[in-house]
């Protein structure tokens, strides 16, 4: 008898076994149901590896998903293993109302009680668009048990008129056009089928490849996998090769919170700004840190900016996509330029160290994509926190794709309090509004939106734009898509609907940004301050029932991950 077959081995079918007071009862109605699957006792006895099947019709990121799992079940079973799949929600940036953001602890919820729910050794967690990265890993981490990730992968890029194209940088920046009138309807409706030409996660260093690349980073993906295209063959061969690992994590017991450590963590912040990634993704590290009890320290994430310059010729801060990458040696030649700045000794999901995956990388090449430290695209790394009287817990921009001159700037603030005030006046033409003015947006934060929309990517006025002004100081406590660029100042905590002085700015105050000294405030008397704070009051009632009120009851700010309280291993006092 095996010891997966011993009445006391809790592996396997004996996994987290159904309540019925009688646990041999258990196991055989169990056995009795999973035989009607039509399982041999032999493949029954073997290591169970469950597969996050990540799939949606609304879901074009996952597109390739049914061919991962095919690949994943190839290598689980030539590894010994019997692999079963189960569904997780899937979550695409465009199909989710309000915003997935508002839905990813919900995914991080399914994936951790699923997991512990379902008889599993170890779990395979596909993820993919840019919020289920960070809620597979949010719910492995609380969850536990063995797991690996692998990633569909980013898009080949698209083309019109003989320029490349990806999206969604190409989106925002050819929208832009039309709006200010240099491109007409059809042309946008026709590029509109261009800008996304096949399976698989926005090929630009936006949120999803940042995920990747952090993950990837943070020792939960096996080596190289990360960039590999969606459609790449490649792509099919890690998913093979994740699933004889995930076997090998069954037996061996290596958990999420022997990889997820703190110098993990340092490494994948490190990544962060090495890549000049997604404001998104520090929310997302935050967030599966405190799953694991591992606080992140900005200011020690500052001064790895100043560190670690931005070395990845990508869109938006750049001009390559992530195809570029992948044949340019993807992460490995990222994480070798800066290793000596890395945790080499912190574990990954191999089994080995993240430096000797990086010795056992195929030596670099000459290329274009990832520069030396001696000749970065960005000097001084690609996110800046920054802090200040408006925004006392904190703030971020994303230093390397905004506009230089704008880095230090003082201006009128014209604001709007809500997402529907901004769409209704935004383009008016008697708005007051000169290209040195600050364009806030109030109550677009965790809970005033509800759930912090990609919104803080205010557009240009089109008066404004028309007349060729292509940015201008924009604040606010929304996200903003890491496609985007520009001079961006988001996440401000506390959020306008708690009050926090963001909602205090009026008409005409003046607004102050110095990004190198990592201030932003807002110069108005404290005597005025307190007199509006009486007149504060919130947007919106607190919601009445279901997910929304769960989500307004427990949602923390930007600083905490958005996360939900009662879901960090250490929740916070109230
Ligand atoms: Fe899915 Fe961009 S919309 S990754």
Known sequence: MS??????????????????????FSLFLRKAFIKAMGYSDDALARPIIGITN??????????????????????????????????????HESFSHPTSMFLRNLMAID????????????????????KTVPALLMGAGSADVPAILTVTGPMITGSHK??????????????????????????????????????????????????????????????????????????????????????????????PSQIMTAGAFD????????????????????????????????????????????????KPSGQHYMEDLHRAGGLAAILREISGH?????????????????????????????????????????????????????ALIKQAAATPALLRHEGRAVVFSSLADMAERLDAPDLDVKADDVLVLQNA????????????????PRKLAAAGVKDMVRISDARMSGTAFGSIVLHIS???????????????DRIALDVAAGRIDLLVDEAELARRRQGWSPPHAAPERGYKKLYWDEVLQAEHGCDFNFLRKHPLPR
């Open 54 to 91: 990540t799939f949606s019709a609304y879901n074009a990121c996952h597109r390739n998903v049914p061919d991962l799992i095919e690949a994943i079940k190839r290598g689980v079973m030539l590894a010994g293993g019997l692999p079963l799949e189960f569904p997780i929600i899937s979550m």
């Open 445 to 460: 934060g965790p809970k005033g939106a509800p759930g912090m929309p990609e919104a803080g990517y205010i557009p240009i």
């Open 267 to 314: 490494n994948a912040l490190r990544v962060l700004q090495a890549i000049g990634g997604s404001t998104n993704g520090l929310i997302h590290l935050v967030a599966i840190a405190g799953r694991l009890g591992v606080e992140l320290d900005m200011d020690k994430f500052d001064r790895m900016g100043v560190e670690t310059p931005v070395l990845v010729d990508l």
């Open 3 to 24: 010891d997966r077959t011993k009445p006391d081995a809790q592996t396997g079918m004996r996994k987290g076994l159904a309540q019925y007071g009688d646990a041999e």
């Open 494 to 508: 506390p959020e306008a609907a708690e009050g926090g002085p963001l909602a205090l700015v009026r008409d005409g």
């Open 111 to 130: 994936a951790e009680e699923m997991i512990r729910a379902q008889p599993m050794d170890a779990v395979v967690l596909i993820g993919g668009c840019d």
């Open 162 to 255: 003989g320029e490349r194209l990806g999206a969604c940088t190409d989106c925002r920046r050819l929208w832009g056009q039309h709006r200010a009138g240099a491109i007409g309807a059809d042309e946008i409706e026709e590029i509109s089928g261009k800008l996304a030409p096949g399976p698989g996660t926005c090929m630009v260093m936006g949120t999803a490849s940042t995920m990747a690349l952090c993950a990837e980073a943070l020792g939960m993906m096996l080596p190289g996998g990360a960039a590999i295209p969606a459609v790449d063959a490649d792509r099919l061969r890690h998913a093979e090769a994740t699933g004889a690992r995930a076997v090998a994590l069954a037996a061996e017991g290596l958990r």
């Open 342 to 394: 890395l945790e080499t000794q912190s574990l990954t999901v191999t089994g080995r160290t993240l430096g000797q995956e990086i010795d056992a990388a195929p030596p670099g090449w000459e290329q274009d994509v990832v520069r030396p430290v001696s000749r970065p695209i960005h000097q001084g790394g690609g996110l800046r926190v920054l802090r200040g009287s408006l925004a006392p817990h904190g």
